[in-house]
């Protein structure tokens, strides 16, 4: 399917255990991003990249890794899963350059329970 | 640091009329833009329209339009003759580089019939 696709979709867990969530787009946007959405806060970037090989920490970073070694695809692990994580998470990813702004196309989200 | 403010939580309004929603933003970019999403309870973030720091014009897309007073720093979408549709989640966000987007913390529109 052609989009911005994470999955899971609902993920529930437990506190140390270690989470990945996946996205994936299918556009070759150069850019992609994480962000977590809680009450009262709006939506946070945790983590965004630019290209390829290219990642680098956004607001809210603690606790979170990523890679991104395809263009395609950029996961989010929680290496050691906290209570503070529940969370809804979107991805989403934008074009490099060639118009006057590049909108982000987001993910469907993934809602993220941790016990 | 770059900072969007949504002063109002909710906002009410009935059908096929306007509604103002606010947004006041901080940074010390010269260039810089502004963007509004609509989450509606589904969850989806949907763009809705795009502010550019030197567009002389406010913007427009379709119903909505971008009430942009610069020296004032405030970025405030206006819908005009509101759906139910229309109601959901409204965030402001100002894009800080790299395209990274800084956003409020949301104006949630009910519409009544």
């Known amino acids: 399917d052609a989009g911005i696709t994470q999955s899971p979709r609902y993920k529930i867990t437990e506190t140390g255990r270690q989470v990945t969530l996946m996205c994936h787009q299918t556009?070759?946007?150069?850019?992609m991003f994480w962000y977590r959405q809680d009450l009262g806060h709006g939506l946070r970037l945790i983590y965004y990249?630019?290209?390829?090989?290219?990642?680098d920490k956004g607001e809210v970073p603690d606790g979170y890794v990523v890679s991104r070694s395809k263009t395609e695809n950029f996961p989010l692990t929680l290496e050691s899963a906290t209570r503070s994580q529940t969370s809804v998470y979107f991805c989403?990813?934008?074009?490099?350059?060639?118009?006057?702004?590049?909108?982000?196309?987001f993910g469907p989200g993934t809602r993220l329970t941790v016990l | 640091a770059q900072k969007i403010t949504q002063t109002q939580p909710g906002m009410f309004v009935q059908e096929k009329e306007a509604v103002t929603l606010d947004c006041t933003y901080d940074?010390?970019?010269?260039?810089?833009?502004l963007f509004w999403y609509k989450q509606p309870s589904s969850g989806e973030m949907i763009f809705l329209i795009y502010?550019?720091?030197?567009?002389?014009q406010n913007a427009t897309e379709g119903r909505y339009s971008l009430n942009f007073q610069k020296a004032r720093k405030s970025a405030n979408l206006v819908i005009s003759a509101s759906q139910l549709g229309d109601s959901a989640m409204y965030f402001c966000?100002?894009?800080?580089?790299?395209?990274?987007?800084?956003f409020g913390t949301g104006t949630r529109l009910l519409v009544s019939p």
């Open positions: 989403a990813s934008s074009e490099s350059g060639g118009s006057s702004y590049n909108e982000q196309f």
């Open positions: 556009w070759s946007h150069s850019y």
């Open positions: 990249s630019a290209a390829a090989d290219i990642t």
């Open positions: 940074t010390s970019d010269q260039s810089y833009g």
């Open positions: 502010q550019g720091s030197y567009d002389e």
């Open positions: 966000a100002i894009e800080t580089g790299f395209q990274k987007l800084v």
